[in-house]
């Protein structure tokens, strides 16, 4: 309010007031005494409203007139007064009409809606987070390989040349299985020797039965069916001698060729090296198979020294391949007793079961120690795959009334399977573990709207 439009309102007053003084000397009746104190009234009500109107800061010029304009014409001044009282209370509070409103619409603007129906069709597990206990996980790189104890190098035995291969790279060969055919002259020598040595045998048998029935008829003296029993004796002593060889060599006794030597399969495996072809000459300890059940692999790793301690048999563990989404979970078999010189570390290995053959050896891996420290139950923990990052923060997606609501959180140790909520989330709240992706998904497609 200005003091221009003050000077209007006295200009107003004066002939009144010129009036009055006129009619002072008669005596003044009952209408006048009434509009004096009108005048009066509005005279301390127009002073009132400038020194309000100097004080007030927030108030415009355009306004301060309207306000008084308002006054004068009105007469009205306990109406007035209500009005400048709910601007002040307005001013005060700093809302705008549509402040209240906007506050209770802000949840539901940052809510995903999806029914019941949408989250059970969508796969989406609610939980509630809680307590758990986070064992710490100790990663220690380590690489897939094959079971040694299961893992056969097949060698002639026998220098000679390759008759025939019948088993193939990659090929499952059972147990007992004839791998390939090596013809060889040392065992033609071992065979030749066991024919000969069977064939005195029976000779030395035959002698001994004859001169025991005539010992026995009192023919023929003891001493010469104690001679015909020794030499029995020695000649099953060069059969057995003879058969020796032979299974030592590989070969078999009873096969037709007296070089033939056959290669079998000593437990059902799968060829995985093959370093042999027909017509081939091949000396006595070459590896000319390699074979290895691969039911069972072996993921062997390099322990430090400060984290052997952490690293004992029989411990839990979780290995995961790099190059994969393959995890499986097992126990350390073997500890090193010995630390290398040069790496400063000691082998480790966990035995792991592979019946569908996804554990390929020479694939790379993590193996994750999972520590008995920090056994206290975290107060508030939920499923690792509940955590999104929205908006560059990392969230949970809460359940409320018609859909989920995005929360930022702070989080502390995890387990790969639970993770600790250290702010942001109280323990028994609904949340999105597994398809918690899909409500993330839902939420991008909501804001894509909401900007076109």
């Known amino acids: 309010m200005s003091f221009g439009s003050s000077e209007t309102t006295f200009l107003k007053i004066e002939p009144a007031m010129a009036t009055t003084k006129s009619s002072m000397n008669a005596r003044p009746d009952k209408k006048q005494l009434i509009i004096i104190a009108i005048i009066l009234v509005l005279g301390a009500a127009g002073g009132a409203l400038i020194l309000r109107g100097g004080e007030s800061h927030g108030d415009s010029d355009g306004h301060g007139h309207e306000e008084e304009s308002s006054q004068v014409e009105g007469g009205a001044v306990k109406a007035e007064a209500k009005e400048v009282g709910g601007s002040n209370a307005s001013t005060e509070h700093g809302k705008s009409p549509g402040g209240a409103s906007e506050e209770e619409h802000k949840d539901e603007d940052e809510k995903v809606s999806l029914t019941d129906e949408q989250v059970k069709a969508a796969g989406i597990v609610i939980k509630e987070s809680g307590p758990a206990v986070i064992r710490t996980t100790l990663q220690l790189p380590g690489e897939i390989r094959f079971n040694e104890d299961r893992t056969a190098h097949i060698v002639p035995r026998a220098a000679g040349v390759v008759e025939s291969v019948s088993a193939n790279l990659g090929q499952k060969v059972s147990r007992g299985q004839i791998l390939a ?239 600790e909520i250290l702010d942001g989330l109280k323990a028994g709240e609904s949340y999105a573990a597994d398809g918690s992706f899909v409500v993330k998904s839902e939420q991008g497609k909501s804001s894509a709207t909401h900007a076109h």
Do not use: C
Request: aromatic share 4%; hydrophobic share 40%.
């Open 181 to 419: 055919v090596v013809s060889s002259s040392t065992v033609s020598e071992v065979r030749s020797e066991l024919q000969a040595a069977a064939k005195r045998r029976e000779l030395a048998q035959t002698t001994y039965e004859r001169e025991y029935t005539l010992w026995e008829q009192k023919i023929s003296p003891e001493q010469d069916v104690l001679q015909a029993r020794q030499a029995l004796r020695e000649a099953e002593i060069a059969v057995a001698n003879a058969t020796q060889k032979l299974k030592t060599l590989g070969a078999s006794v009873g096969s037709g060729a007296l070089g033939r030597v056959e290669l079998r399969a000593p437990f059902d495996a799968m060829v995985v090296e093959k370093h042999i072809a027909i017509g081939e000459a091949v000396r006595e300890d070459a590896n000319v198979f390699t074979l290895s059940d691969l039911s069972t692999v072996w993921a062997e790793m390099s322990v430090g020294a400060s984290d052997l301690p952490k690293v004992r048999v029989g411990e839990r563990v979780r290995v995961k391949a790099d190059a994969a989404d393959v995890v499986a979970e097992g126990k350390i078999a073997f500890v090193g007793s010995l630390i290398g010189a040069q790496t400063r570390t000691a082998p480790a290995r966990v035995e792991l079961s592979n019946p569908q053959g996804a554990w390929r050896p020479g694939l790379f891996v993590t193996v994750e120690v999972l520590t008995n420290e920090n056994d206290k139950a975290s107060a508030v923990t939920v499923d690792a795959n509940a955590l999104q990052t929205v908006e560059d923060k990392t969230s949970v997606f809460t359940k409320v009334d018609g859909g989920f609501v995005a929360k930022p959180v702070r989080v502390g140790r995890t387990d790969g399977q639970r993770v």
